[in-house]
């Protein structure tokens, strides 16, 4: 069993309360435990208290604030990772390879990706997308004009796809 309380006890437990500190600061300054610190408070009439309620709740709410930035944040650039991946997909694309029995490094370069690429292209930016419209939903009006700007920005991605393939089809027919 731990030394009686005293006088002295009582006395800096009220001072430091009354400085606003919290029942484990008290604790360390008075070289007792919380629970010792808790049965002077209470033992005084009135009782001291160590609710911090308030301060808890205004601090959930600047983290939760903080939080929404930064998912905020983190949307834009899911977003702007979407939007490169599909850019990629109209751009001409190296493609390497390194081995055989020489180990030599070849490349050539291709006027769009492949298929399979594009495919991958294509699945990484539908993810990224998804992501940033669920860390960032729309809201009514503002989803609208964002589903256009996609709506708008794929239909334009098909139109030159089209263009370009049907081009080749032409080339190939004329040969």
Do not use: C
């Not at 919290?22 to 629970?35: C, F, Q």
């Not at 610190?37 to 208290?49: C, E, G, M, N």
């Not at 939760?64 to 899911?78: F, Q, S, W």
């Amino acid at each position: 069993m731990g030394r009686p309380i005293d006088e002295r006890d009582r006395r800096r437990v009220r001072e430091l309360h009354a400085k606003g500190k919290s029942r484990n600061d008290i604790a360390r300054a008075i070289k007792r435990s919380p629970s010792t610190v808790s049965k002077i408070a209470a033992a005084f009439d009135p009782p001291l208290t160590f609710d911090r309620a308030a301060e808890v709740a205004v601090a959930t709410e600047v983290r939760r604030a903080d939080l929404a930035k930064r998912r905020a944040e983190t949307a834009i650039v899911l977003q702007d990772a979407a939007e490169r991946e599909l850019a990629k997909m109209t751009r001409p694309q190296l493609y390497w390879e390194w081995g055989g029995k020489e180990h030599t490094y070849d490349e050539r370069w291709q006027d769009e990706p492949t298929p399979a690429d594009r495919r991958t292209m294509m699945a990484t930016a539908g993810a990224a997308l998804d992501r940033s419209l669920k860390l960032a939903p729309p809201r009514e009006q503002a989803g609208e004009q964002s589903r256009s700007v996609i709506g708008q920005l794929m239909a334009g991605l098909r139109r030159d796809y089209a263009e370009r393939h049907q081009n080749s089809e032409a080339a190939d027919d004329a040969d």
